[in-house]
């Protein structure tokens, strides 16, 4: 999904973060395939945050900076949660796409 956001792509669920910010997932390893999670955020935001604590190193502690910030951790619920406004929006998306296309069938 293409967005104007702080990064061009929007992540998958379990096809770009593996440790989504979400009960289910940590505590009982239900799979959430196929949603969006929210994504990178603004470092001067996301040095404000309370009560966040990385559960795992930081993988992506190479590309982190001052500007964004985004972390595959269940323990970042700021960058790293499901979201179900994105999810839906994408799956609106994707059925207009998909009924825009059948048209030129």
Not at 38 to 44: A, N, R
Not at 46 to 52: S, V
Not at 60 to 89: I, K, R
């Amino acid at each position: 999904m293409i967005s104007n956001g702080l990064w061009i792509v929007s992540p998958l669920i379990q096809a770009i973060t593996a440790e989504s910010h979400s009960s289910l997932a940590f505590l009982y390893h239900y799979p959430l395939n196929g949603g969006l999670v929210d994504g990178p955020v603004y470092g001067s935001i996301y040095k404000r945050l309370r009560g966040l604590k990385l559960l795992q190193e930081d993988k992506y502690a190479a590309f982190q900076s001052d500007l964004v910030v985004y972390h595959d951790d269940a323990g970042d619920y700021s960058t790293n949660e499901p979201t179900m406004d994105g999810t839906a929006s994408l799956i609106y998306l994707m059925a207009a796409k998909e009924a825009e296309a059948r048209k030129h069938l």
